[in-house]
Structures are given as C-alpha cells and as structure tokens.
C-alpha cells in the first residue's frame, strides 16, 4: 500500500470524475465533483494507471461506490511537493 502526499494544491482545479459501468466501451455518463467536496466520500480507490507532470497529477482506476466498483479518474493541481509513502 502506498500514500501520496502533495503540498499546495489548488482545490478549485482539482477534480474527481466518476463513470457509470467499469470496462465498458463505447458512450458512457458519469459526475464531475470537485475533489475537495468528494473526499469525504471516498471510500477506497484503487489506482490503475498514473501520470505526473508539469505540477498536475492524474490516477485512474476503479472507485469503490457501496457496494458496486465504477471506472474513476483524479486530477491534481498542484504547487509544492509530491511525497510517495510506500508501506511494506
């Protein structure tokens, strides 16, 4: 399991988007939230693929959302450091 810390973000250029139906192709629908007002929801995320670059982070992967798992994307704006915890 691993943690990443990133200092200085910009909240309101940060966001969460949640599609309906994992690994389907083809037109999809879903919600765009700010970050900030999802965090308290979050349950557990499970990254697949990540991007880092010129101060923007972007993980996708799949979201647990009660009982069911959807496709999710995140991405960071951000101004300070990125610090990787990694447990082993």
Not at 16 to 37: I, M, N, Q, R
């Amino acid at each position: 399991m691993a943690k990443v810390i990133l200092t200085g973000i910009d909240w309101d250029s940060s966001f969460l988007y949640v599609f309906d139906g994992p690994g389907e192709t083809g037109a999809f629908s879903g919600e765009k939230w700010l970050l900030k007002d999802f965090l308290p929801h979050l349950e557990r995320l499970e990254v697949i693929d990540e991007t880092y670059g010129y101060w923007q982070a972007k993980w996708s992967g799949l979201l647990t959302k009660g009982e069911a798992l959807v496709e999710c994307m995140v991405e960071v704006c951000y101004s300070g450091e990125m610090v990787y915890e990694i447990e082993e």
